[in-house]
């Protein structure tokens, strides 16, 4: 992490001597430098006040909040239709299957384990500043499971209405599977320069930037969509592909 910027932390932990503690530790970094910024109090609706008054680069808040044990979760719905800028992650005391999804379906960027050292929330912290998903392999395996579990929708619109054509579908389709793009170039019949222009597009559409948010994303329309909306058709994970993806800390 050489790059000599600042960074705008909100920390929103239980407490304010855990969220000074946390605090301190961001500030003695170096490389980037954090300015942390601390709510007047610790529940849901004053951290989420907060954020949306002060417009921090990254929101560091805790699952655990003083109004309640998932008091978290309450703070990323109410600054999720807000559209800020703010980047959003949720910092969980065990990052169980039910926990990780539900963090990322109400607009978590990233998911942090306090069993983790100070020097990988930096880290945490600075790739979801850059606009990238910061997820372990563990918690990735999750994202896989519910994956597999549920059948991802068509992508549409407030109005039910399709935001990608059928063949970009079908991209989104195999990079959902873990294929490459010569992969799927080879089992559409495409060239990869074709497969590149489709796969700018849909993020374009999307406002996304890597295939993982693309994976997340289809996760979250499977879990908002109507279920008399046609499904979009997903080829089942395989061993070999689920290993593309366990990779640790996830910055593409």
Known sequence: MADDISIRVLVGDASRMASHLIA???RSNRSPRFETILPGSFDSKTIADEITRTRPDVAL?????????FAGYSVLRLIQPLNLATRLILLLEDCEHDLVIDAFRSGARG???RAESSERLSKC????????IWASTREMDHILEELMATRPRRIVDAHGSSLLSKREEEVVALVADGLTNRQISEQLKLSE????NYLFKVFEKLGISTRVELVLYALSQNHRS???VAPLRMPQPTDGNRRRYRSGPIGI
């Not at 808040?61 to 044990?69: I, R, T």
């Open 24 to 26: 301190g530790q961001l």
């Open 61 to 69: 808040v805790s699952g655990v909040l003083q109004d309640s044990s």
């Open 111 to 113: 998911v942090f384990s």
């Open 125 to 132: 912290i600075y790739t979801v500043h850059k606009g990238q």
């Open 193 to 196: 320069h074709t497969v590149k």
């Open 226 to 228: 109507d279920p008399a």
